[in-house]
């Protein structure tokens, strides 16, 4: 009898070594990982991808919506939830892209750090969204590259906020990479400028790039509002249809984020007009490209769009 309780002893002992090493493996600062970096959860690749560049070795950033995705009508999962709640920091566009989502988001910043990028644009440079979607404001502020740097500005003054160990290397990354979006917004303005001025019309899926419009000298319709939950009906597509033939515009563009086959209906509604129309490419609008290529960047994303809309608009 002795013997055995000097045997679970033994054993209650080791386990209890056991759990102290997990317990102490799994210890931590709450919002870093393992190597102390900080935990950033954002909802879109953009905004991803500029917490990468500003964050650099010092984060660990998860992206929730991929390639392709929708975030006007994207859902978050329980796995979404639990990538939310281990963040320290969590970015999001606001101004409504996120559509359900944002009430999660808004109760979440009552416990920790959560910036909406597109809400920290002076309202006086925002466009109304009410003619075209329902919502107070367009949030496609990315297609105005001088937008995306003050996006740019409001994740390094968050990190800096949750990190102020690494506040000058966030700066100086920052300062970096807002260099680069200097150099793109004049490489765009370029590109733009070449085509003739009666060709400059962009014609797309839903009105995405009211923004992109205003900044670089281009007309802009989407046969639906700015948010793709708003449906769209006989009477868009025949206007749209309408508004190719009489202004004989040659070409219209799908999105990666948008199915392609509304925008099938008005190249054959103009072809039984006598009019011929193509797609010109395809855009990234609200998603970019998959990860490891150009269009998975920011950057490379812009660029992708400007020289897909030159081809097919020159």
Sequence with gaps: MVKMRSIQRG???????????VLTACSGTPGTDANGKVQVTATTGMIADVAREVGGAYVEVTGLMGPGVDPHLYKASQGDI?????????FYNGLHLEGKMTSILEKMSKSKLVTAVAEKIPVEELHSGQATGGTEYDPHVWFNV???MRATEAVRDTLVEADPDHAEQYKTQATAYLEKLEALDAEVREKIGQIPEESRVLVTAHDAFGYFGQAYGIKVMGLQGISTAAEYGAK?????????????IKAVFIESSVPAKAMEAIIAGAAEKGHTVSIGGELFSDAMGAEGTAEGTYIGMVRHNVETMAAALK
């Design 146 to 148: 001088k937008h995306w």
């Design 236 to 248: 868009d597509v025949s206007e749209l249809r309408d508004f190719l033939v009489e202004n004989q």
């Design 11 to 21: 054993v209650m002992t080791m386990a209890c070594v056991v759990l102290i090493i």
């Design 82 to 90: 639990r990538k939310l709640e281990q963040a320290k920091v969590i």
